[in-house]
């Protein structure tokens, strides 16, 4: 039987609904984002598809939660270590307030967390030093790819998505906290950037591959592939005439452009997988 988690804006929120639990005589798990991802995250809980159908009724006034998703383990751990410290903190912690599955793809979730600080000043500093960044200062917003996943910044929030699951969402909102404080504390030594980046169009990557439609990496034309890679569905080293063939040529202008895009390209400059 599948299990589904949820999680919390905030700790009094998840205390009432283990109170709520505990006085219902429900069975339910936790995962805990302690120690290492406790400045990004409220524990979680884990139920039985009926314990949660109980809950949603209870829902109306007992607690608020974040959203449910299907329950999936962690494939890594939380880090042992406590989170590293800031003297000039700009991101503060964070809690996840809306918690669903990926509309794309149902086996990764989304999600949008709400932070205490304010990532409006750190963006154009980040622009500067993060060529895969689209910044848009009237929002202002930067949004990125960090593998599969999406991440969009806001002044006072996050958006992650395609995450693997809670754990996993924890660690990538952990990435940001410590990668903003990071750049935010080596201000003085960067130039601001306060330029909007254009993305690309899939046209532009399509022009970068082979054109012969050879099927090889799954799709049937290589503008099929040219539009997943632009979403950044897929890694670019699925087009094997390009990585492992006789287009090896295209390799280098594929992979800038997909740096461009934001796509993680980490280990595939010397052609591997
Ligand atoms: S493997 Fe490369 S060349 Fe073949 S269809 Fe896919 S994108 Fe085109």
Redesign the pocket.
């Known amino acids: 039987m599948p299990a589904f988690l949820t999680t919390f804006p905030g700790h009094p929120e998840f205390e009432r609904a283990c109170a709520h639990l505990n006085s219902t005589g429900a069975r339910y798990e936790l995962v805990s984002p302690l120690p290492g991802y406790g400045c990004v995250g409220v524990p979680a809980i884990v139920v039985e598809q009926e314990e949660r159908a109980r809950l949603a009724i209870a829902d109306g006034g007992a607690f608020t939660c974040s959203g449910w998703v299907e329950f999936r383990p962690a494939t890594l751990p939380v880090p042992a270590s406590a989170p590293l410290g800031f003297a000039a903190d700009t991101f503060g912690r964070c809690a996840i307030m809306v918690l669903a599955p990926c509309v794309a793809d149902e086996a990764r979730i989304r999600l949008v967390a709400h932070i205490s600080g304010n990532l409006e000043p750190v963006m154009p500093f980040l622009n500067a030093t993060t060529a895969s960044g689209l910044y848009c200062p009237d929002g202002p917003t930067f949004t990125f790819m960090e593998g599969p996943r999406m991440i969009s910044l806001y002044s006072r929030r996050i958006t992650v998505a395609k995450a693997d699951e809670i754990v996993d969402a924890w660690r990538t909102l952990e990435q940001v906290r410590v990668w903003v404080n990071e750049v935010w504390q080596r201000r003085e030594t960067i130039s601001p950037c306060h330029e909007t980046r254009h993305r690309p169009p899939a046209l532009e990557v399509y022009r970068r591959?082979?054109?012969?439609?050879?099927?090889?990496?799954g799709?049937k034309?290589?503008m099929a592939?040219?539009l997943r890679l632009w979403k950044a569905e897929v890694s670019p080293a699925?087009?094997?005439?390009?990585f492992a063939g006789r287009?090896s040529h295209l390799r280098p202008a594929l992979l800038s452009i997909c740096a461009g895009l934001g796509i993680d390209i980490k280990g595939l400059e010397d052609g591997q997988e």
Do not use: D, I, K, Y
């Open positions: 591959l082979p054109g012969t439609n050879c099927r090889a990496c799709e034309t290589c592939f040219a699925r087009c094997e005439p390009v287009f």
